[in-house]
């Protein structure tokens, strides 16, 4: 019965690396130029790599840690009067923001399962930043 058709023939698939957040990320980089084509992965969200993300996140102060996820979404650094100031902080844009969120929790200190998992539920809650994608990063 089915030697009576053609078999189905594959559309053609440029090789591109894809990953998707509520937008898609189609990376194709430029071998003649590989600067203009780099990907920039936002590490704010890594508890080995900020220290203020890991302060945050061990306090629980989820709306801290989501704040510092848009600014590096949207390519701001968050400015404050000093280190001490309890003052609203404010924000100059300083680049492009990042490509892929980097997001890890791997910290004696934080139960990183429950840690990840609501931090994630918060990001995806959020249009500007779940227009990128995830990298969620273990050691």
């Keep these: 019965m089915a030697s009576a ?5 594959c ?5 591109l690396m894809r990953l998707s957040g509520l937008e898609a990320k189609n990376y194709k980089p430029n071998p003649e130029n590989m600067r203009s084509t780099f990907l920039n992965i936002g590490e704010r969200c890594n508890v080995a790599g900020s220290s203020i993300y890991k302060k945050a996140i061990v306090e629980g102060n989820w709306d801290k840690a989501v704040q510092i996820a848009y600014s590096q979404v949207c390519g701001l650094e968050v400015l404050t009067a ?3 100031s309890n003052e609203v902080p404010y924000y100059r844009k300083v680049q492009s923001g990042a490509d892929v969120i980097d997001l890890n929790m791997d910290d004696g200190l934080i139960d990183g399962v429950a840690a990840m998992t609501r931090f994630v539920n918060l ?5 500007e930043i779940s227009k990128v994608p995830f990298m969620i990063d273990s050691s």
């Design 5 to 9: 058709y053609p078999p189905r023939q």
């Design 11 to 15: 559309h053609p698939v440029e090789p």
């Design 82 to 84: 000093s280190k001490a």
């Design 123 to 127: 990001l995806v809650t959020d249009p």
